[in-house]
């Protein structure tokens, strides 16, 4: 199995990140995101192969030689919903308290939830 490197969120803004517009193959010693035996991650690109980025995707360029840079563990999506109940506190994505919700995200006892 091939190490990978756990990178913050500020990690990845510190390398160069080159948008395309048009299909075009990444070059040699970049970072391209992949799906590989399940594993999601920015992995190395090699001269041997060089696999294309679609229009509108990008791909990064950093000085290392880590086969990969993985995006860690954790929850990345909302799981379920419940409705909100009298007496629940609510917050919005700002931190701020609110009384009632409106469309969006919010808060609810501890929960995410979405209104809709």
């Known amino acids: 199995m091939m190490k990978t490197r756990i990178l913050s969120t500020l990690a ?3 390398m160069a990140v080159t948008g395309v517009y048009a299909d075009t193959e990444a070059p ?3 970072y391209v995101l992949q799906n590989q035996d399940g594993n999601v991650a920015f992995y190395l690109v090699e001269e041997a192969s060089q696999p294309t980025v679609g229009a509108y995707h ?3 360029t950093v000085d290392s ?3 990969a840079f ?3 563990e954790g929850e990345t999506a909302i799981r379920s919903l419940q409705a909100e109940g009298e007496g ?3 917050y919005n994505l700002s931190g701020q308290r609110v009384q009632k919700t409106q469309r969006g995200i919010y808060v609810v006892n501890g929960k995410k939830v979405v209104r809709k």
């Open 12 to 14: 990845l803004l510190l």
């Open 28 to 30: 040699a010693a970049s």
């Open 58 to 60: 990008a791909y990064l």
């Open 65 to 67: 030689s880590v086969k």
């Open 70 to 72: 993985g995006l860690g």
């Open 88 to 90: 629940s506190v609510i």
